[in-house]
T-cell receptor
Framework: DAEITQSPRHKITETGRQVTLACHQT?????MFWYRQDLGHGLRLIHY???????NKGEVSDGYSVSRSNTEDLPLTLESAASSQTSVYFC??????????????FGPGTRLLVL | AQKVTQAQTEISVVEKEDVTLDCVYE???????LFWYKQPPSGELVFLIR??????QNEISGRYSWNFQKSTSSFNFTITASQVVDSAVYFC????????????FGDGTTLTVKP
């Protein structure tokens, strides 16, 4: 069955370190997204991609970067981790259709703690 | 800019009670999609329903029903005869056709169903 996976599921790091969170989907979806979820809040969009070599900034992109070298993967990199980036990170993917968007399917999330 | 408001932060009911979760949205687009997701204590995000802006027909699926009213920009979600397993955080989300694939989420409503 097609799925979307994230790794690691839990990560503890120190301030200033570079961290990369992996996202892999086997749906063959063109669209992929990264969100963060902070306690008591909904999801906020960090970066997104509509296809290979395409990346776009979301509403909270500062301090994060992504790259899309193939359809299946969209790794999220924290260039220099900060305590404010302690959060739960969700990756999602969706088809691209004539309507422009479809339902997003989410990975299980990565809990990141920056000390 | 699009916005989703879930005014109810927390709701607590006793099992078998009916409960309605409110969602109010703002958008300038005439074409958009609305979603409800469930996030149980395990943390994953589970897709529940998607409605497009041209389809105001209300929907019932088992114990779940949704009331979409464009006139009041609301997309409310009702659980009939609630069960303990319904305890979760419920998120309403909005995607506009001009921001293909990107969703704006409300802050969520935490539903607790007591036995």
């Amino acid at each position: 069955d097609a799925e979307i996976t994230q790794s690691p599921r839990h990560k503890i790091t120190e301030t200033g370190r570079q961290v990369t969170l992996a996202c892999h989907q086997t749906w063959n979806h063109n669209n992929m997204f990264w969100y963060r979820q902070d306690l008591g809040h909904g999801l906020r969009l960090i970066h997104y991609s509509y296809g290979v070599q395409d990346t776009n900034k979301g509403e909270v992109s500062d301090g994060y970067s992504v790259s899309r070298s193939n359809t299946e993967d969209l790794p999220l990199t924290l260039e220099s981790a900060a305590s404010s980036q302690t959060s739960v990170y969700f990756c999602a993917s969706s088809e691209s259709s004539g309507a422009g968007f479809e339902t997003q399917y989410f990975g299980p999330g990565t809990r990141l703690l920056v000390l | 800019a699009q916005k989703v408001t879930q005014a109810q932060t927390e709701i607590s009911v006793v099992e078998k009670e009916d409960v309605t979760l409110d969602c109010v949205y703002e958008t300038r687009d005439t074409t958009y999609y609305l979603f409800w997701y469930k996030q149980p204590p395990s943390g994953e995000l589970v897709f529940l329903i998607r409605r497009n802006s041209f389809d105001e027909q209300n929907e019932i699926s088992g114990r779940y029903s949704w009331n979409f009213q464009k006139s009041t920009s609301s997309f409310n979600f009702t659980i009939t005869a609630s069960q303990v397993v319904d305890s979760a955080v419920y998120f309403c989300a909005l995607s506009e056709s001009t921001n293909a694939g990107k969703s704006t989420f409300g802050d969520g409503t935490t539903l607790t169903v007591k036995p």
